[in-house]
């Protein structure tokens, strides 16, 4: 694996620090030296260069991710496919993964499950609209911002939905990570948007439950629970889950994907109506018997408790009218066994015998690949020299060494151990293999020749060679001034990577070193340097939250450089202006009730990091919006009508607000309609509290349909209420509202 920190790529990205190590890949944080930021380059690890299967997933990414622009997905900015190197680009985003939040807390509360697992089916929604489907969510996929925002990244094994279905599942191979993916993608099957929607279902089950739905002591275990198990139940681990929310759960995880919900868009519809009102129920069972993978609708599963007739109530309650209810479906009558039915023991025989050949090839697989042999503990490698103390050591001859030497290291001498995988103490199988990095010589090139070159031409090529630079000057020489006349090794001999070279440069007068000049204003600055015998222009401005005419930089020497005294000296000065800055928008939300999409606009330009879909429930709404230079016009639009407008001057730090104003929402839909108003959504509760809650808002006319039910617990508990909560925007008070309650019977 070799290392690229400290180098910088295309003469672009500095590569500062390893901030994350895949399968096939390493990301580094690097600043781009272009746009002045700082982002995250992931490289193809050395020894996949050569791996077509990689370099097609590695692309595949780089395509999957480059379509998508939404404020939780990761953003890419360059991608690069040489034969000696492969990187992406992408948004640096700080924070920590959703897997290591789950390790932090062991448990989220509900509220923060669903808060997350929204903005996750919103970065899938938009990118199942594009065609990708990521095909590898798991917590590890996804990062969590300080201020709650979640990024989804990592489309390494992403593929157009509209693509070759059989080629883009690595013909018919598992792939993703076991704990998280789809029965289909275990099985190796053609996958869609249902194997993300699976996926995102375990996420959500680990969040609620702070563990995984399937354990195992290996990979094909844990796959083999995938395709024949059912897991626990939420509220079996924590009884406080609300039942809701344990049936978006349930449904999202089952094994058809026909039985899962359609797409990412319908789960977040169920989500949204969770957050409306944390009481209801969906009305999904999918817990039919032990059978692994049956599964039945609500309508289908469940024997309809005794209905009675309508018994006459206290005189308040008006007369009850029953709502409509489908019918039970019988189940098929179950054929009589005859003589006949012995011709199918040939069958049953066969698939006995299928069923102990795959039994036999799956123990052959694990005796093979070691997963029934006892673990051992990996060795402590680093520091150590590979020939002399490992290769032929008799302690490390049971193990399954590889060694991957094209790595210099400027910390370790050649062939020594500076890293290995997996790491010390790690408990690994006998068979499976540990890779040493070990350090090779360090890398000899020639010195440029550089002779009779000015020496800042000559300063450029000997960096470009990758050596460092002093500078000496001599006097009475016979060269044109400021002209190199030897180096320090000789031009074409051969030096190590990083060596200093010193450059002897011709003076026909008295050199100086370049004063400290960085912090001070521009006429500071300029005494200084013609206090030594130097002059001073101004080469460059740029923003900066520095006062203006301060010097930035030096734009041509380094300071304390020795250079001939006339010499002029280039600086880079602020003008006044912050690099950028940053307002704080507020301001409240029309209360409607209704989801809206709200939309930010700068400048006439539409930010779309800030567009989300919101409840309007007259509660505070707050973003941040960062820009340059001057002032724009900050405009917020609900659907298409303008709702909130202001004015904000970026040429203060932190930039300032003002000229707000906020407009009436009329939702679109003209005035609401006179004599209606909000159905709220009375199901789990008492009869009673219902009908006091429907009559606080406006509803009289209500109906009582009563159910028996053998669990006191439910007794005068109001499950269904027709019309439904999202039945209608706005509904007229005369509405007759039927409310089915259960009612208690020994």
Known sequence: MDNYCGKRLDGRYEIREIIGVGGMAVVYKAYDNIDDRIVAVKILKDEYLTNEDFRRRFKNESKAIAVLSHPNIVKVYDVSFGDRLQYIVMEYVEGITLKEYIGQQGQLN?????????????????????GIIHRDIKPQNILLLENGTIKVTDFGIARMARSDTQTSTMAGSAVGSVHYISPEQAKGDPTDNKADIYSVGVVLYEMLTGKLPFEGENAVSVALMQLQKTPRRPRDIDPNIPIGLEQITMRAMQKRPRDRYQSASEMLMDIDAFRRDPRIQFGYDFFVDQQPTRYASNAQSQQRPQQRQPQQKQQQRPQQRPPQQRQPQRPEPEPEEDEGSSSAL??????????????????????????????????????????????????????????????ESD?????????????????????????????????????????????????????????????????????????VIRTKPERYTWATKGTTVVLYVAAESDTVAVPKIVGYDLQTARELVQSVGLDLEVSAEENSSENQNVVLRISNYREDTQVPKGTVIGVVISNGKPTESTAKISFTLPDTGEDATVKVYLGNELLPDLTKTLLLDGSSHSFEVTSSNDSKKLVVKIGDETYYECTVDFTQSPARVSNENTHTYTGGGGEIPVGSGIMPSVEGYSYDEAVETLNSVGFYNIQRYDVSTADEAKNEQVFQQTPRFRAFRYTDYSTEIVLSVYTYEE
């Open 110 to 130: 509900w509220k923060e499950a669903v808060y997350f697992l929204a903005q996750i089916l919103r970065a899938l929604q938009h990118a199942h609209d594009k």
């Open 411 to 483: 910390t370790y001498e050649p062939g020594v151990v500076f890293d290995q995988s997996p790491s010390a103490n790690v408990k690994i199988r006998p068979k499976e293999e540990i890779t040493l990095y070990v350090a090779k010589a360090r890398q000899d090139v020639e010195v440029p020749d550089v002779y009779t070159y000015s020496f800042t031409d000559a300063i450029t090529m000997i960096e470009g060679a990758g050596f460092k630079y002093t500078l000496e000057y001599e006097k009475d020489s016979g060269a044109p001034e400021k002209t």
């Open 346 to 407: 040939p069958i049953i025989g066969g698939i006995i015998g299928g069923m102990l050949i795959l039994a036999a090839i799956i123990i052959g697989f694990c005796l093979a690949t070691g997963v029934f042999a006892e673990k051992i503990e990996v060795p402590n490698f680093v520091g150590m020299n590979y020939n002399e103390q490992i290769r032929n050591n008799s302690d490390y001859a049971q193990l399954h060494i590889k060694i991957n030497d094209s790595t």
